[in-house]
């Protein structure tokens, strides 16, 4: 297959689909640029390649056309700074002057389409919509992880117009090569951690992990479902008692496959949903009434940490606790510090879902990760083991 590195982008317009669906402030000035800096490595390979880059991505989400404060002219700047050249811009993403500009585009330039999602084509998976994109290129080239789950016009339709000419970015090669280390390639023992509040949003991603990993640890809200279901009070903690019987199955499945799976032994509890409401440590499964569990407890952690420094693939999704409260954030804390600390000591770590990417970022752990994920719901679903219509748009 074509890919980046071995692809001649002489005197080629190729088109990118990028993820610049990135936060802005009331002055429309970029407030996080992960996403965009994913992306300079890719532009800037073609750019050396002799090619030139027109990029197009979404913003927001558009109600019914053209939306100034989802103008991708916001990002403009940022964008300009970063690859240290002025970018040039449409006022459209098909029509006369995305033509008229493409048109005009020359080895080395860079140009930057109007928000895709002004059309509502786009989200449709439109086939004449994306021949409209793709004619104004010569290659495509798929660079947003974050919308690959999608089959919209410009993440998988526009594909089929480029049989001999569709390729990967590195964001999107990153995440696909890194997903598969752990899935299909992971050293063992591999460990997989799991948190945020619901089993309802994981119970797929559970039951397809069990035959791929040694461990799997459980946190955040979700663990109460499964403390439940091993006979625990959980006081007023967050259940979910239509699954507990679903629990139970995912349970004893680990137990026949032979995988670690580690339920939390001690939490800190509330008795109220507040970072200012009183607070103790207890026993995970003796929770009182009128009081809910919001972190994992200092056993846990202690117990946890163990697990992550004797494993050599880790994948983590979630947080341990209710980490944007002070209080109980130290859970999320300490088992980001030791995914970090069994990375530098050699382990393959891949951290993805928006509260995980949020805390390595809030405690600048990011570059001690060996593969942070842009993408949280194509992530999840790529690990649930579906197809990504994105992925197989490229691969076919």
Not at 2 to 14: L, T
Not at 75 to 88: F, R
Not at 115 to 129: I, M
Request: aromatic share 8%.
């Amino acid at each position: 297959m074509k890919n980046i590195d071995n692809y001649d982008f002489r005197n080629k317009k190729v088109i990118v689909r990028v993820d610049f669906n990135v936060p802005l402030d009331a002055q429309f000035n970029v407030t996080d640029d992960t996403r965009i800096k994913a992306t300079i490595p890719t532009i800037k390979k073609i750019l050396q390649g002799g090619g030139s880059v027109i990029l197009m991505s979404h913003l927001g989400r558009p109600k019914g056309g053209p939306e100034d404060k989802f103008s991708l002219r916001h990002v403009l700047g940022d964008l300009s700074k970063k690859l240290g050249m002025d970018v040039q811009f449409a006022d459209d993403c098909i029509g006369e002057s995305a033509h008229r500009m493409s048109a005009a585009l020359q080895p080395g330039q860079v140009l930057l389409l109007e928000n895709l999602r002004f059309y509502k084509e786009e989200e449709a998976g439109d086939v004449g919509f994306a021949k409209k994109l793709a004619d104004l290129a010569d290659v495509y080239m798929n660079d947003a992880f974050g919308t690959a789950h999608r089959a919209h016009a410009s993440t998988a339709v526009i594909a089929r117009f480029f049989p001999e000419n569709k390729l990967f970015g590195y964001v999107m090669g990153g995440e696909v090569s890194s997903i598969n280390k752990v899935l299909k390639e992971g050293h063992k023992p591999v460990t997989a951690i799991l948190g945020g509040a619901k089993v309802s949003g994981k119970i797929e991603i559970i039951n397809n992990l069990l035959d791929k990993v040694d461990n799997l640890v459980i946190g955040g809200g979700m663990m109460f479902t499964f403390i439940k279901a091993m006979g625990g009070k959980t006081g007023n903690s967050l259940v979910e008692d239509d699954l507990i019987e679903t629990a139970k199955s995912a349970m004893g499945k680990a137990k026949k496959l032979g995988v670690h799976f580690y339920i939390p032994t001690d939490a800190v509890i509330a008795d109220q949903f507040d970072n200012e409401a009183n607070f103790k440590t207890c026993e995970a499964g003796v929770i009182p009434d009128g009081w809910m569990g919001l972190d994992i407890g200092p056993k846990s952690v202690a117990a946890i940490k163990e697990i992550i420094l004797s494993s050599s693939t880790l994948l983590w999704n979630g947080p341990m606790g209710v980490f944007e409260m002070d209080h109980f954030a130290e859970g999320t804390i300490a088992i980001a510090k030791a995914i970090a600390e069994a990375t530098q000591k050699g382990a393959f770590s891949l951290v993805g879902g928006g509260d995980s990417v949020a805390a390595v970022n809030k405690y600048h752990l990011s570059d001690q990760i060996s593969h942070v994920s842009t993408g949280g719901g194509a992530m999840l679903e790529f690990i649930e083991g579906k197809e990504l219509p994105g992925v197989a748009a490229i691969e076919a």
